[in-house]
């Protein structure tokens, strides 16, 4: 079986490639911004000679973690947020469509509203912003597919080459005591999600060939502010970080934010009960101990 990961330079993507690959998949990972050596160039909307072509790899599953989300960029840039976001998975859907190939979309929470999360996959959805709206837009698009899963994921954190996730950063500035003073908000909720959880979650699906929605989280629930208390404990003796709980409102985000969110993982744990889920604590263990 050969798998085609969309993004595979990334957080989820690279974690993916790594799960699969150890697992002798024959797999394929892209990158569309940040290089890496095991990623090759692919641009959904690209005609370039130098783009990868589709027809050349014959993927039997596209993993789809291409994405476009920082949220109140996408906010101020509509149309660059639609190209990214819902006509990219158009172009990957319409060729899934015409080779019967198997698609998973990693999608969000920020499809639902906030209002009484965290959700399960059957709550209706009703996005607040423009990133949540193209991300509903292209599930849309994937539900069109004989064959699909929508991977729902929020928070996700881990082992990065770029540490651009937000509890990877805040390690960095903990361990070489930068100086930062860091307003986070108390009222946006969430659940913080380990890459590597989500790249063995799909694996379990994909062995067992499920179909439909998904929403894969963890055991953590936190508020971003609560969230960044939790990794600065494990840095008792940093003075140079100051965390300073606000409402969200004081924060003139561009692009409202779902307070009230996260996702309830209830369908996946039912069908595999014996999986082992990391948490923040035990990441940051694994990861302090390392640093010893």
Same mark, same amino acid.
């Given at each position: 079986m050969k798998i085609l990961i969309i993004g595979a330079s990334?957080?989820?993507?690279?974690?993916?490639?790594?799960?699969? &690959? !150890?697992?002798?998949?024959?797999? #394929?990972?892209t990158h569309l911004n940040f290089q890496t050596p095991e990623t090759v160039y692919y641009d959904p909307l690209s005609v370039s000679e130098k783009n990868l072509q589709l027809?050349?790899?014959?993927?039997?599953?596209?993993?789809?973690?291409?994405?476009?989300?920082?949220?109140?960029y996408c906010e101020n840039n509509e149309r660059e947020s639609e190209i990214a976001t819902?006509?990219?998975?158009?172009?990957?859907?319409?060729?899934?469509?015409?080779?019967?190939?198997?698609?998973?979309?990693?999608s969000t929470d920020y499809v639902?509203?906030?209002?009484?999360?965290p959700y399960p996959e059957s709550t209706p959805t009703n996005p607040i912003n423009v990133y949540g709206k193209h991300k509903l837009e292209a599930e849309l698009l994937v539900k069109s597919l004989d064959k699909y899963i929508i991977a729902r994921i929020t928070n996700v954190y881990g082992e990065?080459?770029?540490? &651009? !996730?937000?509890?990877?950063?805040? #390690?960095?500035?903990?361990?070489?005591?930068?100086?930062?003073?860091?307003?986070?908000?108390?009222?946006?909720?969430?659940?913080?999600?380990?890459?590597?959880d989500i790249a063995r979650m799909l694996l379990c699906l994909i062995r067992d060939d499920k179909t439909g929605i998904y929403n894969l989280s963890s055991t953590d629930y936190y508020d971003r502010y609560h969230l960044a208390l939790k990794v600065k404990s494990f840095f008792r003796d940093n003075t140079s970080v100051i965390l300073n709980p606000v409402q969200t409102a004081h924060l003139n985000q561009a692009a409202k934010r779902p307070l009230k969110g996260g996702l309830l993982n209830i369908k996946f744990i039912q069908q595999y009960p014996d999986f082992e889920f990391s948490n923040v604590d035990s990441f940051l263990k694994t990861l302090v101990n390392n640093e010893i």
């Open positions: 990334g957080l989820v993507g690279s974690h993916c490639t790594h799960v699969l &690959k !150890n697992e002798f998949y024959d797999v #394929v990972g027809d050349n790899v014959k993927p039997d599953i596209i993993i789809h973690c291409g994405a476009l989300t920082n949220v109140d819902v006509l990219s998975t158009k172009v990957l859907v319409d060729y899934c469509n015409r080779n019967n190939a198997k698609l998973i979309y990693l639902f509203d906030g209002e009484k999360g990065e080459e770029r540490s &651009k !996730n937000f509890i990877a950063r805040l #390690v960095i500035w903990l361990q070489q005591n930068e100086v930062k003073k860091l307003d986070l908000p108390i009222d946006q909720f969430a659940t913080p999600v380990y890459a590597g």
